[in-house]
């Protein structure tokens, strides 16, 4: 399922397909949205017939994926960073309910650029069919989000394809992300039946007047819990919320309410599953937990449950860089490799660098990268992130370099019958992969196979004799897709592309 998803990239960048190019640091204000998870989407999971499990005892460890849209050209995706520091922020959250998310993929979190996902996914079933990631918990981040009815929202969950969407501006301190992880794990709105008309003092009175909430026919909850297991959310530990919070941003509510038998609600703004915003005290009640991991237990989650515990190591060094050195000064441009020290526990690094108007990114798994797009006599600010799959509570390594004008020289494979190819092409995944090159001269040539991350998975020496060579690859470890094979030295500099299938 992961190799379907290639086609949607465009390929024109060839091996670096994850090296974007962003106007940097730009943080967009937006009016406060709410949630679009829909009524029925809410009815759909009402916590009737939930299985009863006991009280939580070890961590529950749940693979979530992180797939970030860009535009056509590679701009406008949300960085990796704030990602990580969304995933720190979430676990912290979730740690009540005995819940730990670690990153899926190893810590890969795929950029798909595609203008058309910028407004959200909704509406591009096939596109994402094809990219989720079965499994695991897939949230998908856009720098809009629309839900199908054209309005805009925060984040939601959908039942019907079962993902978490979320606007990029809303991926910041965990409390929007934990409300829509919230709906996944099957929690309503505490306020259910009052999502299209929250409470107004002149049209449902106070005590209120109505006994029926103004959609789908739920009961308004009362205070005294005895119609707890209908109304509302169903769960009896959150009091009663008339959707209190609706277009407050703010989390506090003065106005003292009384439920229809006269009863003064004990309002709970803090509950992240209500629509008050800015609690710095937000919490589920151990109802919602109950609810949270008996829906976890359900079979239709099977595809998230594995006797697997991620690598959760403490990361506490920073990165240290072997080349560049600080404001060392590179003579070519157009292939900058930086290269660094292993980190303790850390299995990718999150790179960016930026001239001040240019973000080129980059996701590594080994302990150097090549930048082909930067530009001569620039400048650059590099900064450059560990991280492991279950731990990115990690800081930046910050440091400068410049690069000069030379170009590495490059020389193209001329001539009719001059050619690079990987043949079968697809290649079966384990199989050596045969490559064979028609080199216009002889020489040491380096060559290297990349995924579509832009991650080195083989590097070989070879001596390229004039004419036809063969080479033989093993031991690739791989998952299908697309991958790139590079071959370079003194006479050539060549990249072709093929598939390796399942
Ligand atoms: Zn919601």
């Not at 440091?399 to 690079?420: K, S």
Request: glycine fraction near 8%.
């Amino acid at each position: 399922m992961q190799s379907q998803s290639k086609k949607l990239f465009s390929l024109r960048k060839l091996i670096f397909m994850l090296v974007l190019v962003l106007s940097f640091g730009t943080t967009k204000i937006k009016a406060q949205l709410q949630c679009g998870m829909t009524t029925a989407d809410q009815l759909y999971l009402q916590p009737d017939d939930r299985p009863m499990i006991g009280p939580r005892s070890a961590k529950t460890y749940i693979p979530i994926q992180f797939h970030l849209f860009a535009d056509d050209d590679g701009t406008g995706a949300l960085d990796v960073g704030t990602v990580l520091n969304e995933l720190k922020a979430i676990n912290e959250i979730y740690d009540t309910v005995g819940f730990y998310f670690y990153l899926a993929n190893g810590g890969d979190i795929p950029t798909i650029s595609n203008t058309a996902l910028t407004g959200g996914p909704s509406g591009y079933d096939e596109i994402i069919d094809a990219i989720r990631n079965d499994i695991a918990l897939n949230v998908f981040i856009s720098k809009d989000l629309f839900v199908s009815s054209g309005r805009q929202v925060a984040g939601y969950y959908t039942s019907a394809k079962d993902f978490v969407a979320m606007d990029a501006s809303y991926i910041n301190d965990g409390e929007t992300l934990a409300h829509e992880l919230g709906h996944f794990f099957s929690l309503p709105h505490t306020f259910f039946g009052w999502e299209d008309e929250p409470y107004d003092l002149a049209k449902h009175g106070n005590p209120v007047t109505i006994t029926q909430a103004p959609s789908y026919g739920v009961p308004v909850e009362l205070v005294n819990k005895t119609n707890c297991t209908k109304a509302g959310d169903k769960i009896c530990d959150t009091p009663p919320d008339y959707n209190f919070g609706a277009a407050r941003s703010g989390c506090t509510y003065n106005t003292v309410i009384k439920d229809p038998n006269g009863e003064v609600i004990p309002i709970m703004e803090n509950n992240y599953m209500s629509y008050f915003a800015n609690c710095s005290d937000f919490q589920f009640t151990e109802g919602q937990h109950n609810a949270m991991r008996n829906n976890f237990a359900l079979p239709s989650r099977n595809y998230l449950r594995y006797d697997y515990v991620p690598l959760m190591d403490t990361i506490s060094e920073l990165v240290t860089l072997l080349s560049p050195t600080t404001n060392q000064k590179i003579e070519t441009y157009n292939y900058v490799t930086l290269e660094w020290l292993p980190v303790t526990n850390a299995t990718r690094y999150y790179i960016e660098i930026t001239d001040g108007r240019e973000l080129t990114k980059a996701i590594a798994s080994g302990t150097s990268y090549t930048f082909t797009t930067l530009k001569a006599n620039k400048s650059y600010i590099v900064k450059i992130r560990p991280y492991s799959e279950g731990f990115t509570d990690t800081k930046n390594r910050i440091t400068t370099f410049r690069t000069g004008n030379l170009m590495t020289a490059t020389t193209e494979i001329t001539g009719a019958n001059r050619y690079l190819k990987v043949v079968p092409n697809p290649v079966q995944n384990g199989n050596n992969i045969k490559i064979e090159v028609d080199a216009g001269g002889n020489g040491d040539h380096l060559v290297e196979v990349f995924n579509m991350m832009g991650q080195l998975l083989s590097s070989k020496s070879v001596n390229l004799d004039y004419g036809k060579n063969t080479i033989l690859l093993n031991d690739i470890k791989t998952q299908a897709g697309v991958h790139f094979v590079r071959i370079r030295g003194n006479k050539h500099d060549l990249t072709q592309k093929f598939i390796i299938a399942d």
